[in-house]
């Protein structure tokens, strides 16, 4: 089975930086993914890693150390927009599974 | 390209009866996923299916099923509604299906109130 961890919410102040953590265990591994996901809206694919090491896109990277079945997200320079829930998803064994997600709250 | 549409987006239903839901993925994608999230749960796994085959199931009841067609359109079916099942219904796409690496795709959701 799967199992993926992360905390449940996190605060951060406008321009700052915040890293998600995300812990997993499981039986099959073909990736892991972040998404993003609004109040009311459907998840957004933000990232993928399925190799060692830090994927960087504009503001937002994802590191992943497939060893010990840990990631994270790092959000830079961050923006009142970026207030959300953001889901550790693992993929392996014929699915996708979802952490609980973390609730994201930017303060001015 | 058009993304993955969920039909209808707003629907209550009383305890007892069925809902269908719909969802058509994005062109070209083979596999669609579902899932149910709840405030509680987060997104839970319900099942996918791939060139009109289950390929998964998550540990949900047998009162949830679904199909695909030829076209890779799919419905998921709830039967004998209870209050629990209130939830958002989301449908997810991919080329190659989700546990292969693929990204998945949502549509917009399906959001279902039992009263």
């Known amino acids: 089975g799967q199992n993926i961890d992360q905390p449940t919410e996190m605060t951060a102040t406008e321009g700052a930086i915040v890293q998600i953590n995300c812990t997993y265990q499981t039986s099959g591994f073909n990736g892991l993914f972040w998404y993003q996901q609004h109040a009311g809206e459907a998840p957004t694919f933000l990232s993928y890693?399925?190799?060692?090491g830090l994927e960087e896109k504009g503001r937002f990277s994802s590191f992943l150390s497939r060893s010990k079945g840990y990631s994270y997200l790092l959000l830079k320079e961050l923006q009142m927009k970026d207030s959300a829930s953001y889901l550790c998803a693992v993929s392996g064994n014929n699915d996708m599974r979802f952490g609980a997600g973390t609730r994201l709250t930017v303060k001015p | 390209k058009a993304g993955v549409t969920q039909t209808p987006r707003y629907l209550i239903k009383t305890r007892g009866q069925q809902v269908t839901l719909s969802c058509s993925p994005i062109s070209g994608h083979r596999s669609v996923s579902w899932y149910q999230q709840t405030p509680g749960q987060g997104l839970q796994f319900l099942f996918e299916y791939f060139s009109e085959t289950q390929r998964n199931k998550g540990n949900f009841p047998g009162r949830f099923s679904g199909r695909q067609f030829s076209n890779s359109r799919s419905e998921m079916n709830v039967s004998t509604l209870e209050l629990g099942d209130s939830a958002l219904y989301l449908c997810a796409s991919s080329l190659q299906g989700a546990g292969s690496g693929n990204t998945i795709y949502f549509g917009e959701g399906s959001w279902l109130t039992v009263v």
């Open positions: 890693n399925v190799l060692d």
